[in-house]
């Protein structure tokens, strides 16, 4: 089953396949739990 969109932790934007991202994993007790999506720099705190 693929997955269809993988959203922001922090924005909660959909990240698109160009976009840095990294993935966090969460292990508990030394068995895989979840993982979440972040935006390597969220696209909101982005400053020029």
């Known amino acids: ?3 269809q969109g993988k959203y922001c932790l922090k924005c909660k ?6 976009d ?3 993935i966090i994993i969460y292990v508990v ?3 895989f739990s979840e993982h ?3 935006h390597v720099e969220c ?3 982005f400053t020029i």
Do not use: G, Q
Not at 13 to 18: A, G, M, P, Q, V
């Open 13 to 18: 934007k959909i990240i698109k396949n160009l």
């Open 43 to 45: 696209p909101d705190r």
């Open 1 to 3: 089953m693929r997955e």
């Open 29 to 31: 007790d030394e068995k």
């Open 36 to 38: 979440h999506y972040e």
């Open 20 to 22: 840095l991202h990294k």
